[in-house]
């Protein structure tokens, strides 16, 4: 009885799990999901550089969270994008679910009417495919349009996308994980593709679950994972999460009804 007590008021009297942080003189700066919205994607990267120049030095890395192609107007447009950005800094890119179809499209014909039920054919047309062609096409001529238009070094640069992300107290996916499953052995569909049970769980996990995926109107930061997918190519809104030490905060792109797009800092609390 005596060793109990003890043991009890040894753990009233511990200390607090401490907040998530990121390394010491690290900022990240991720992003949901893109989707094809360029336009949004060319601003919310503008202001970060300037967010990242107004502040002390830091070993700076961006990351987006996947599913770049899809649904929005210019998916060719946010893939060029991202690669001159890589070329100026530290940019890391996940691999979404509509990378995975997209790639998987170019010898799969199952896999292809999936991927233009699902936004591609926007992806396609991005790429200089006419409508018409692509209207008229059957399904193996849409496949030989992709491999005429579509250079291989733009798969291979898709292909090289990588599947999770871990920075101190951060685990970056872009749909979750499951619950189940040590972190260091998800399988990638889980990586891509889950909904649930991550998004119901609400029991620690190992290291806090920053997403994007499954649209939400606002940032959604529950204590175990943080999702950030705003659904930029129907709502207009692009938005990044910023994280230093402990400190979190949110950057957004925000298109208004007269398509003008301005910038939000802390747009929404979590």
């Avoid at 030989?144 to 107290?169: C, K, Q, V, W, Y």
């Avoid at 499953?181 to 290291?207: G, N």
Wanted: charged share 25%; net charge negative; glycine share 8%.
């Amino acid at each position: 009885m005596l060793q109990w007590l003890k043991s009890l008021f040894a753990a009233d009297a511990a200390d607090p799990a401490p907040d998530p942080a990121v390394p010491d003189g690290m900022r990240v700066y991720a992003i949901g999901d893109i989707h094809g919205r360029l336009d949004l994607f060319e601003v919310l990267a503008r202001a970060i550089e300037s967010d990242d120049a107004a502040l002390p030095a830091a070993q700076t890395v961006i990351i987006l969270l996947g599913d770049l192609v899809d649904r929005g107007p210019d998916s060719a447009g946010v893939l060029a994008k991202a690669r001159s950005w890589q070329r100026e800094r530290k940019v890391r890119i996940l691999s979404g679910n509509h990378e995975e179809m997209f790639l998987k499209s170019f010898d799969n014909p199952d896999m292809l009417r999936h991927f233009l039920r699902h936004g591609g054919r926007e992806t396609l047309l991005s790429y200089g495919i006419a409508k018409k062609a692509y209207m008229n096409a059957t399904l193996e001529e849409v496949m030989n349009l992709m491999a005429e238009h579509i250079p291989p070094e733009e798969r291979a640069f898709i292909e090289a996308f990588e599947d999770s992300i871990t920075m101190g107290d951060y685990f970056f996916a872009h749909a979750g994980v499951d619950p189940a499953t040590a972190l260091d052995e998800q399988k990638v569909h889980e990586l891509r593709w889950i909904r649930e049970p991550f998004l119901s769980h609400h029991q620690p996990l190992e290291k806090t679950i920053v997403h994007g995926h499954t649209i939400i109107e606002a940032p959604v930061d529950n204590g175990v994972r943080i999702g950030i997918d705003t659904g930029a190519y129907s709502s207009g809104i692009l938005t990044a999460l910023v994280l230093e030490g402990t400190d979190r905060r949110y950057i957004a792109a925000t298109v208004d009804e007269d398509g003008e797009i301005t910038v939000r800092h802390n747009p929404a609390a979590p």
